[in-house]
């Protein structure tokens, strides 16, 4: 594409709001436009500039935005500006899109899988760790993306935990796509890139700030269909990403606490405000049962490397007969999943084995037969198709 080096040029310029980049781009006809337009005519371009931005605006340098491709081309670093057609839609429908997204690893298609937030206190409680770890587990188990910060405390517990589960998870950063932060998460870091992929808006070998780490929280609740809050005291951080969430038109969750917990005096009060209170990623879940429009189209399952044993003497279900009665409008993996549901009350292990998919696969499109309304949910986790 012929504009991205200006989208990223766009991106390097510090201390311009991000809706003023996307505006000024709409306005002008785009980052090149704004290359090579002058002060006066940033001003007038009926964007919303403030005088300040376009100050900024008027360093034309574009030695950075090279230095920024040639570390992102060299380190397989996507490029997504929000023309892209593989720019998530539900984040560009946000009301202040991130111009340019910087994508290291592999990014499951937003639109068309179930991602839910995890976040909470940097400063955790060990309830608040052992509350972040199931839920991210139980959510990842599902077949969810388990998005967060990466930060210390309940957003790191949240993504490791999913991870352990064999899930795919996405982090968001509040630095520059190349930079670890906090530095103890360089493990996570590196996990979280192999497994899934690191998201920021801010370009390779570019100074953070500190309204940075704010800001990117509208992002994760922009990924997200639901934002799960599972500790939270009165000012935090957490409760910026809830804010952004329902701004945006997401789900808000919330773990309760103890009256007297103030780490946990956000989450109460969240809950006393109408967020739905789970304690569990189960619940989270089941909230997504038989609500299908939610989604913009149907899933394209998650497929890790990892399979399931297979010995020799596993007797697989003959499926022949049930995929007569199974939608050819499902992708092929739901499709094997609704045809393997044979019985009543049939165990996820049950149902991987007998629709022959790697388990991730499998559980990803049980998850989304469920939000269909093809599958139910029972007790001990036994799941019965119901069309």
């Known amino acids: 594409m012929a504009s991205l080096k200006y989208w990223v040029w766009l ?18 006809g785009g980052p090149e436009a704004v290359f090579f337009a002058g002060r006066e005519e940033l ?6 500039l403030r005088p300040h931005e376009a100050d900024r605006l008027m360093d034309k340098s574009m030695e950075p935005a090279a230095r920024a491709l040639s570390w992102c081309e060299e380190n397989g670093v996507s490029v997504l500006t929000i023309q892209d057609a593989l720019y998530p839609e539900r984040l560009r429908q946000i009301p202040d899109p991130p111009a340019v997204l910087y994508v290291w690893g592999h990014l499951p298609a937003v639109d068309e899988s179930l991602y839910v937030a995890v976040v909470g206190t940097r400063h955790a409680t060990p309830y608040g760790l052992k509350m972040s770890g199931a839920i991210g587990r139980d959510i990842a188990a599902g077949g969810g993306i ?13 993504m490791e935990a999913a991870l352990r589960a064999g899930g795919v998870t996405v982090g968001v ?13 360089r493990r996570l870091f590196e996990a979280v890139r192999s497994r899934g992929a690191l998201v920021s808006e801010y370009p390779p070998k570019t100074r953070t700030f500190a309204g940075d780490f704010v800001a990117r929280n509208r992002i994760i609740s922009g990924l997200s269909l639901g934002v799960v809050v599972v ?12 804010d952004h969430a329902l701004d945006q038109g997401r789900d808000v969750f919330a773990v309760p606490g103890a009256a007297d917990a103030r780490a946990s005096a956000g989450c109460n009060g969240l809950i006393a405000q109408g967020a739905v209170p789970v304690t569990s990623g189960a619940d989270v879940l089941r909230s997504y049962e038989g609500r299908s429009d939610l ?3 149907e899933s394209t399952p998650i497929h890790i490397k990892k399979e399931i044993d297979k010995p020799k003497d596993i007797v697989y279900i003959d499926l022949t007969d049930r995929w007569e ?3 050819e409008s499902l992708p092929e993996d739901q499709r094997k999943v609704l045809a393997a549901l044979t019985g009543p009350d049939m165990l996820a292990d049950e149902i991987i084995r007998a629709a022959d998919l790697p388990a991730p696969a499998a559980l990803a499109a049980l998850t989304m037969l469920q ?9 001990g986790k036994r799941y019965t198709r119901k069309k």
């Open 231 to 242: 500790e939270a005291p009165r000012k935090s951080g957490a409760l910026i990403t809830a």
């Open 295 to 297: 989604l913009r189209r």
């Open 325 to 327: 009665d199974v939608p």
């Open 43 to 48: 001003m007038g371009a009926d964007a919303g």
């Open 11 to 28: 991106s390097c310029i510090s201390g311009v709001r991000p809706i003023a980049r996307v505006r000024l781009a709409e306005a002008m």
């Open 146 to 158: 388990v998005v967060s910060g990466l930060a210390a405390g309940c957003d790191g517990a949240a």
């Open 173 to 185: 950063l509040g630095t520059a796509i190349d930079q670890v932060y906090p530095r103890e998460n």
């Open 371 to 379: 939000i269909g309304g093809y599958v139910a949910q029972g007790a």
